[in-house]
């Protein structure tokens, strides 16, 4: 059941939530959503490993883990348990630092491009038509208000 059919059917009464807890509860479902999803498309490894390899090779060099940690705005001992299982399966290596011997950088290995390159088409295909219908100036809207929502967070933290 997605989350229009649960809003309609009736079973749960959303009238008089404020929108802020509406879209907090929205993301949080989508969020769940998309994971199972994405898990059951992804033969080898789940969502999230799939994510922490997308954010790896974004990054201009290697990524640290406390790096890579901010960037997946997850926790050390979480990215840690991410990466543990993707270097089983041979899709990441820990290299030393060139620099800096105590610091370990993550590298993608050839195993891990090559299952990037198998599976593009099929990332492609489910990102267009989950997006289907949706202008680049509403995405924009949305990732913005999404930025501003994290920076206020950033600010309730201090």
């Given amino acids: 059941m997605n989350i229009n059919e649960v809003i309609q059917n009736g079973n749960i009464d959303f009238t008089g939530i404020p929108p802020q807890y509406f879209l907090l509860g929205l ?34 060099e290697p990524p640290t883990l406390n790096e ?50 198998k599976n593009d088409g099929m990332s492609m295909d489910v990102m267009t038509k989950m997006f289907d219908g949706i202008s680049e100036k509403d995405l924009n809207k949305t990732i913005q208000t999404i930025i501003k929502i994290e920076s206020n967070l950033k600010e309730i933290e201090r």
Avoid at 84 to 110: G, H, S, W, Y
């Fill in 68 to 117: 890579l940690s901010d960037i997946l705005g997850s926790s050390h001992q979480n990215v840690k348990q991410i990466l543990l299982k993707l270097e089983t399966k041979d899709f990441i290596e820990l290299v030393p630092d060139a620099d800096d011997r105590r610091k370990q950088r993550i590298v993608l290995t050839k195993k891990c491009r090559r299952f990037c390159e």
């Fill in 27 to 60: 993301l949080s479902a989508f969020d769940n959503r998309f994971q199972a999803m994405a898990d059951r498309m992804m033969e080898e490894i789940s969502w999230k490993q799939f994510f922490a390899i997308i954010c790896i090779n974004m990054c201009k």
